[in-house]
């Protein structure tokens, strides 16, 4: 895009929410729809990311976690999760040097433990490499919960008190908060779910208490930057009151 057509974009869609989460769902059903084996969706998924990670970050968004592998995930069929899983480490091979060229920071949350260590280990390259960036933060949740999340933190929280590191009486939200997997991002201001379900999925419950959300009725793969802008142009349409009154 030419710098004054981005500068003209990026006016129409002031102001930009700083933090978007995405549920990148429908892969499935796109395969489906076609014909193809449903981990072909993910692959067709996984297209999509080049460009919108790029406008994202040329529109000067700080920060975009995406749902790549639930906890709940493991359920799937064998072949798919390993499919899954071939994906992340060719992504953060192929990928990781271009993310990097355009200031891209990588960050991963989720039970990174539990991950075969090939995958464990792409990422965490990854990570190292880019954690100077000052650009987008891609925030990818990789065997990921919130509610293990929220269980962890709590975990690290008790522990902290039983060795009289914290006082409990101490203990509130920026403690929680500061224990989390990704302690450091802002809130999620807009939240996008593709493939026309108006569910959370245990996703990011407490990073998203006051965002917006936008439900799209495409599938993942067919989620376009046009798509995205008309989230991103509704969601600056939007009087957000965080229990407030309008104008507070
Ligand atoms: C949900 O669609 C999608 C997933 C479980 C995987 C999302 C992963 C990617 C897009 C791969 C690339 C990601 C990275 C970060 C490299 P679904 O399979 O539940 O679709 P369905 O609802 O149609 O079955």
């Not at 990670?53 to 906890?71: M, N, P, V, W």
């Not at 293990?148 to 101490?170: H, I, Q, T, V």
């Not at 989390?180 to 991002?185: E, F, I, K, N």
């Amino acid at each position: 895009m030419k710098a004054k057509e981005l500068a003209e974009l990026k006016k129409r869609l002031a102001p930009l929410p700083r933090h978007v989460g995405i549920i990148m769902d429908g892969n499935g059903r796109w395969a489906s729809a076609r014909g193809l084996p449903r981990p072909m969706g993910h692959r067709a998924g996984t297209e999509r990311l080049r460009s919108l990670i790029r406008l994202s970050s040329d529109l000067g968004i700080e920060a975009l976690s995406l749902y790549a592998f639930s906890t709940e995930n493991w359920k799937r069929p064998r072949v798919e999760v390993e499919t899954l899983f071939a994906i992340f480490m060719d992504y953060f091979n192929a990928e990781v040097e271009a993310l990097h060229q355009n200031g891209v920071r990588i960050t991963a949350m989720g039970d990174l433990e539990g991950l075969p260590e090939s995958v464990r280990l792409s990422c965490l390259r990854a990570m190292e490499k880019t954690r100077a960036n000052a650009g987008l933060r891609l925030n990818i949740a990789l065997n990921y919960g919130s509610r293990a999340e929220l269980g962890r933190a709590a975990r690290l929280l008790a522990k902290d008190a039983a060795s009289g590191r914290l006082d409990p009486a101490s203990v509130d939200e920026a403690s929680l908060q500061g224990r989390l997997w990704v302690a450091d991002l802002p809130d999620v201001d807009l939240l996008i779910r593709t493939g026309g379900e108006k569910r959370l999925s245990n996703f990011m419950l407490l990073q998203l208490a006051y965002a917006e959300l936008a439900f799209v009725e495409d599938y993942w793969p067919d989620f376009s930057d046009e798509r995205y802008i008309e989230a991103l142009a509704d969601f600056a349409g939007r009087s957000r009151r965080f229990g407030g009154l309008d104008g507070e």
